[in-house]
């Protein structure tokens, strides 16, 4: 959904919620910023179409008519639109502030803030321990995809990338109906219907580049009712065999990396070369980009490539 239109049904909802008696459709056309002043018939068609998608969420709009007006009136009952008192049980406020803190890299971490803040302003503890030890979990969504993919999702939108196959360095260009976005093992996929192959898979979000592009209008995509997302990323990944990376290490630094390395070589000007064995380029990117500028990936050009992608979704 554009930020325009948003905007424009925030404030309808406002009006309607704010008004002591029934406004006509004119008098919301001139209140209401964002609707055409000048085309009847366009007029008309984005009030309908506001009408119904706020009524498909749950907002009622009521529709009052009046024996001595010839056009009838609009307004939203506060009673019927505002939320009952909730009360939380302890153990249910700690699970929902624990759900609220795993987004942290995320589009969504402003958005679970602003929950766990509102549940607090309400006079719910959302701090209780949950068991007897400490846990904290976090959810990395670092694939600068992932906003994108999810707001495609959540307005059902096609999409269209470039994509790298698994232990590969061919990059096709992809157009897909996505269903969801689903994490396994700690890696990032988006599952849905790929128009190219004209069958359902999946794809993992560190293996795209480049901008992800939107197709289309919002709510062309349709899920399959009864689709088990989880199931279509839960086949082994693809093998790879494995391989040596050449990697140029700061001397005193990552010792680490330096154990798990099947050799280390001395070198020059402040730096070791070590020898790491690995299959997945993007688990070892993932990796090496942690470690800053103590490592330098020399070979081979896959997995140098794809630190270099990471640091730059990182830097953007």
């Known amino acids: 959904m554009s930020r325009r239109k948003t905007e424009r049904l925030l404030n309808l909802v406002i009006c309607l919620l704010a008004t002591r008696r029934p406004l006509s459709a004119e008098q919301i056309r001139q209140a209401v910023p964002g609707y055409d002043r000048d085309g009847d018939e366009a007029f008309q068609r984005m009030f309908e179409r506001d009408k119904n998608e706020l009524r498909e969420i749950g907002i009622p709009i009521d529709v009052v008519r009046d024996p001595w007006e010839d056009e009838p ?5 506060r009673q019927s639109y505002e939320l009952p008192e909730i009360t939380l049980e302890p153990d249910e406020a700690a699970v929902l502030g624990l759900a609220a803190q795993v987004w942290q890299r995320a589009s969504l971490a402003e958005a679970a803030s602003g929950a766990l803040l509102k549940l607090r302003a309400g006079g719910v503890s959302t701090d209780q321990p949950v068991g007897t030890g400490a846990l904290e979990l976090r959810v990395d969504t670092r694939d600068p995809a992932f906003p994108a993919l999810w707001d495609a999702v959540r307005d059902r939108r096609v999409v269209r990338f470039d994509y790298r196959g698994a232990g590969s360095e061919t990059v096709r260009s992809r157009t897909v109906e996505p269903w969801g976005v689903v994490s396994r093992r700690g890696r990032w996929y988006l599952a849905g219907f790929d128009r190219d192959r004209d069958a359902p898979r999946a794809f993992r979000l560190s293996r795209i580049t480049g901008q ?30 494995e391989r040596v990376a050449v990697v ?3 001397q005193g630094a990552c010792e680490g990396l330096r154990q798990l390395s099947r050799a280390v070589h001395p070198g020059t ?8 064995t690995f299959s997945d380029p993007e688990r070892l990117a993932g990796w090496m980009a942690s470690l800053g500028a ?23």
């Open 73 to 77: 009136g609009y307004r939203i009952e």
């Open 212 to 241: 992800v592009a939107t197709l289309g209008r919002p709510g062309a995509v349709e899920v399959p009712e009864g689709i088990d997302l989880r199931a279509m990323v839960g086949f082994p990944d693809e093998p790879m065999e």
């Open 248 to 250: 140029r290490v700061r």
């Open 269 to 276: 000007d402040g730096w070791d070369e070590a020898e790491l």
């Open 294 to 316: 103590d490592v330098e990936v020399v070979e081979p050009p896959d997995a140098r490539e794809a630190v270099i992608r990471r640091l730059k979704g990182a830097m953007a």
